[in-house]
């Protein structure tokens, strides 16, 4: 009973550094939360109590990744977890998949067009991929560039509403 | 025989000395190539271009992060990422030649582009089963990364090639003139040799034969031909380079060489 009361709280206490989580911003999109990017892998108490955060890396030469870690770690320290430890997971590497349906819809009211399709089929990449307009939704939209201000963007214009966007892409 | 000399003899040690030499050839291939496509930084054709190459610079470099810090721990000399990057010099770069070869022009580095990036898709492909568990991580992580390169290198190869008769000229005489570096990308030495025996690296037999039809294919495609010639046996990855990598190190290096330890 004592340890399932312990595991209660554990449990609760964890949820709570989630939450935490949730109000620390991607840096360049501050639209989404990282836990909304899927990138917080883990939140867990280790056996001696202390507590490891686990973060993947959206893409290897991201910039915001090192942000992403300080404001995470300031996050907790203000919160009274200045002892816990931030781990990089690199395995499963993180996909356009992880981006939670919140995340999609964020993103297409920001201006910037979600992931078209899932890809957990790498043969996906290989396919023209038809992207809706995030202003006026048309499917009409051609490709400007395959690279856009992030790596994980790519550059667009609308050949109905003429706007420009930014796509982001399936990885 | 010293305990010195017999503990230095011992197998596993034979291992990690190879395996260290193995993930630097990997980071340093990246790390090299990274730095040159920088400098196209604000010179490519069109911004859009510019902004492509910049990409691809910025992956490679988060690539050759991954492998030099996981080198540093390996060698347990304690030297980190930015130890390794800034504080060796060329001799003790492991990088393919042909990653240091200059950027020429916009076709050139195309070209330069495409024939690495067709090699990293097959060595990180068979990566992604090395029994080395951190390896398959980074290669699993780097190849999603490899194939946007590789859609970006070929698509550009098949427009230049197949574009006017002049872009045609321009990036055949480019595959010509690269084409002498590729001749290491797949000829094994005792390093990979131990690495395929333990299981770390995939064999490098089968990966030629799919690299090359990949490049024939598109060379295909391209309206280019396959150079006839017999490429000339580089040794970048034993730490024998062009003159080139010099320069790209000096300026690379300039800064912690002249305010060592220099921050921001």
Aim: net charge negative; with cysteine; charged share 25%.
């Amino acid at each position: 009973m004592a340890a399932l009361i312990a595991d209660q709280a554990t449990a609760a206490r964890e949820r709570a550094v989630w939450e935490l989580l949730a109000q620390v911003p991607d840096p360049e999109i501050p639209v989404l939360s990282i836990v909304d990017l899927g990138i917080v892998r883990h939140v867990r108490h280790g056996a001696d109590g202390r507590l490891s955060i686990g973060l993947t890396p959206t893409y290897s030469g991201c910039p915001a990744t090192e942000v992403i870690r300080s404001s995470v770690r300031n996050a907790l320290e203000k919160h009274g977890h200045a002892t816990a430890a931030i781990e990089e997971v690199l395995s499963p590497p993180w996909t356009s998949d992880w981006l939670t349906p919140e995340a999609h819809r964020k993103l297409a009211a920001f201006g910037i067009a979600p992931p078209e399709a899932a890809v957990s089929n790498p043969k996906q990449l290989w396919r023209a991929t038809v992207v809706t307009c995030p202003r006026c939704g048309s499917r009409a939209t051609v490709r400007v560039s395959e690279f856009g201000s992030t790596p994980c963007k790519a550059h667009y214009q609308c050949s109905a509403c003429r706007e420009p966007f930014d796509y982001f892409k399936c990885l | 025989m010293s305990t010195a000399l017999a503990a230095a003899l011992r197998p596993e040690r034979v291992l990690n000395e190879a395996l260290l030499r193995y993930v630097l050839r990997l980071g340093d291939t990246s790390l090299v190539l990274g730095q040159r496509l920088g400098e196209w930084v604000g010179h490519a054709p069109t911004l859009e271009e510019d902004l492509g190459l910049a990409n691809l610079a910025l992956d490679l470099i988060g690539q050759a992060r991954l492998f030099l810090t996981y080198a540093g721990e390996i060698e347990g000399r304690e030297r980190d990422e930015d130890a390794l990057a800034y504080l060796r010099d060329a001799p003790d770069f492991f990088n393919l030649a042909l990653a240091e070869q200059p950027n020429g022009d916009f076709g050139a580095t195309i070209v330069r582009q495409w024939l690495i990036d067709a090699w990293q898709l097959q060595i990180y492909s068979g990566l992604q089963e090395s029994t080395d568990s951190r390896l398959a991580a980074i290669a699993a992580k780097a190849l999603k990364e490899t194939r946007y390169h590789y859609r970006f290198s070929s698509g550009w190869l098949v427009r230049l090639g197949d574009g006017t008769a002049e872009s045609h000229e321009r990036v055949q005489r480019a595959v010509d003139e690269l084409w002498r570096f590729t001749s290491e990308l797949f000829a094994p030495d005792e390093v990979d040799e131990r690495m395929a025996a333990a299981g770390i690296a995939p064999p490098l037999g089968a990966q030629e034969a799919r690299w090359s039809a990949c490049v024939e294919e598109d060379l295909r495609a391209a309206t280019l031909k396959r150079p006839s010639e017999q490429p000339y046996p580089w040794h970048g990855k034993r730490g024998v380079h062009t003159e080139h990598l010099g320069y790209v190190l000096a300026e690379m290096q300039h800064l912690q060489r002249t305010y060592p330890g220099a921050r921001w």
